[in-house]
């Protein structure tokens, strides 16, 4: 055989080695009969892991979950740009409006009585001792939250899809108390249901005309 010939069948035998597609007794074959020596994968001894593959992952796995923490933050970003908001002060209270469009941004007279109504029948149905939160004006939804300071209880209203009163305590009594409470706080979403509903409706009316 010729120089040639062996250098030739020696250059095949590592390609076919190294492309990974051989079973195990023909690499041990190649190796022995053309002495070739390769790399061999570094292992963690305790787990077998190879640890080159292990770090191709990783990095891999570090790439996609970046993209997608990028994409998250582009989706959030796009839809904080696309929400115009604006906030009025209305006796002592913060109704914020919210829309796509700037023109819809604007207090009406029914917006403003509806607000300080919201206020006043609270303290007068639920209780006088309470620390609202800003009440949310948004096309089709209302949502507005507040503290029942003498419970240390937290309240919120929503009339959208997610519609209905919901209560949060830190290790909150269920004595009477809190039952006539809860009570309250039922009979009273009921009439912001109602009232609210109203005012997203004749916006939606306004900014359709």
């Known amino acids: 055989m010729t120089n040639y010939e062996e250098i030739k069948k020696l250059l095949s035998a590592s390609r076919k080695l190294l492309g990974g597609n051989q079973l195990t007794e023909d690499i041990k074959s190649i190796k022995k009969n053309y002495g070739l020596l390769i790399e061999q994968p570094v292992e963690d001894p305790d787990n077998k892991i190879d640890v080159m593959t292990d770090i191709e992952d ?18 959030e970003f796009d839809k904080v740009k696309s929400d115009k908001k604006k906030a ?15 023109t819809d941004l604007q207090l009406t007279t029914d917006d403003k009585s509806a607000f300080q109504e919201s ?27 507040g503290k029942i300071t003498e419970l240390d209880l937290d309240f919120f209203f ?52």
């Open 58 to 75: 990783k990095i891999q796995n570090d790439k996609y979950e970046t993209a997608e923490k990028d994409e998250d933050k582009y989706k």
């Open 88 to 102: 009025y002060r209305i006796s002592g209270g913060i109704l914020v409006i919210h829309s796509k469009n700037t």
């Open 119 to 145: 206020m006043d029948e609270f303290k007068q149905d639920v209780t006088e001792i309470v620390d609202f939160n800003k009440l949310n004006l948004y096309p089709t939804n209302v949502e507005w939250s």
């Open 158 to 209: 929503s009339i959208g899809e997610t519609n209905g009163v919901y209560i949060n305590g830190t290790m909150t009594k269920l004595d009477d108390e809190f039952s006539e409470m809860s009570l309250k706080l039922k009979t009273y979403y009921e009439k912001f249901k109602t009232k609210w509903s109203k005012i997203v409706s004749s916006r939606k009316k306004t900014s359709e005309t």
